[in-house]
């Protein structure tokens, strides 16, 4: 069965610094992987995905996330926080053939100015 | 616009009392799904279908039933709500297939006293 880690409950980053939200994967066969954004008292809006090809992945506002293989994790990543940023990040995996997709339980992040 | 529409946002009734929350998408995706989200346990999903008149079960799938009598409607029913019920739904869905994202209704409040 699929699943999802992310190690980090909370994140706190300074305005401006670099972020990163930390996701691992255990699947058996190919994973598509995505990152999804939750703002307070909003639905989840999609960020970026992973299906195949180049391992760095751009998506909105601004976010990337890099796929590794090896150590199977989709770390999310920003240059340079924003307090706009401060919400919930969930990341996500599905394998071929109609699978659900399974969530982790999500990081809070937080940009402090 | 396309998205996915939820009804009611806010909802508090009593242990017992049937109720229905809508879901109904205007993308003409094949997928659909209902999640809950609980502190601390990120996004379980309940049910999901793949087409019409396809529905499965998802990992908590105990208290709930759906039906997928059309495409585009997707409603989840609480036959007979109990407190351990309470908490925040959200209704997906995506193309079919595994690399399609999910677009996220604005999620229905639950409370049951």
């Known amino acids: 069965a699929q699943s999802v880690a992310q190690p980090e409950d909370q994140v706190n980053v300074a305005e401006g610094n670099p972020l990163t939200v930390k996701c691992t994967y255990s699947v058996s066969g190919n994973p598509y992987l995505f990152w999804y954004v939750q703002y307070p008292n909003r639905g989840l809006q999609f960020l970026l995905k992973?299906?195949?090809?180049?391992?760095l992945v751009k998506g909105s506002y601004g976010f990337e996330a890099e796929f590794n293989k090896s150590q199977t994790s989709f770390h999310l990543k920003k240059p340079s926080a924003l307090v706009s940023d401060s919400a919930l990040y969930f990341c996500a995996v599905r394998v071929s053939g109609n699978t659900p997709l399974v969530f982790g339980k999500g990081t809070r992040l937080s940009v402090i100015a | 616009e396309a998205q996915v529409t939820q009804n009611p946002r806010y909802l508090i009734t009593v242990t017992g009392k049937k109720l229905t929350v809508t879901c109904s998408q205007n993308?003409?995706?094949?997928?659909m799904s209902w999640y809950r989200q609980d502190p601390g346990l990120g996004l379980r999903q309940i049910y999901y279908?793949?087409?019409?008149?396809?529905?499965d079960k998802g990992d908590v799938p105990e208290g709930y039933k759906v039906s997928r009598k059309e495409k585009r409607n997707f409603p989840l029913i609480l036959e007979s709500p109990s407190p351990n019920q309470t908490s925040l739904y959200f209704c997906a869905s995506s193309f079919g297939g595994s690399r399609g994202r999910y677009t996220f209704g604005s999620g229905t409040r639950l409370t049951v006293v």
């Open positions: 992973y299906i195949t090809g180049d391992n």
């Open positions: 279908s793949m087409n019409v008149e396809v529905t």
């Open positions: 993308m003409n995706h094949e997928y």
